[in-house]
């Protein structure tokens, strides 16, 4: 079992920066992905950033954040990190932590391939 814990939401306005943190706790598999993805109100859930670990570790961002959203992590801490700059309204969204055993590369960006979900933390920006 994997517990996520985020925090770092809040009101911001265009423009503006925040830094979402997920902590993870309990053990995944050997090849895991973990990430965000965010859901607004009446939408699905769309994919953000995450980072796998698979023999080395590769970074994924989706092409709406590339240039402003980075996704970083601290090891020692299990704790990943979206630092979002530049945000625009339709930024807004609960964003969500998610962490996905064994999954495959082509599943990375879809919510399905992830098992453990954080309970999400909201972004507003105004604009």
């Not at 306005?13 to 053990?27: E, F, M, N, T």
Request: charged share 15%; proline share 3%; net charge positive.
């Amino acid at each position: 079992q994997v517990q996520l814990e985020e925090s770092g939401g809040g009101l911001v306005q265009a423009g503006g920066s925040l830094r979402l943190s997920c902590k993870a706790s309990g053990r995944t598999a050997n090849n895991y992905a973990m990430g965000w993805f965010r859901q607004a109100p009446g939408k699905e859930r769309e994919f953000v950033a995450a980072w796998r670990r698979s023999g080395g570790t590769t970074y994924y961002h989706a092409e709406s954040v590339k240039g402003r959203f980075t996704l970083s992590r601290d090891n020692a801490a299990n704790t990943v990190y979206l630092q979002m700059n530049n945000l625009k309204p339709e930024d807004t969204a609960a964003y969500y932590c998610a962490v996905g055993p064994n999954i495959i590369t082509s599943m990375v960006s879809n919510p399905g391939g992830y098992s453990y979900w954080g309970q999400g933390t909201q972004v507003t920006v105004s604009s």
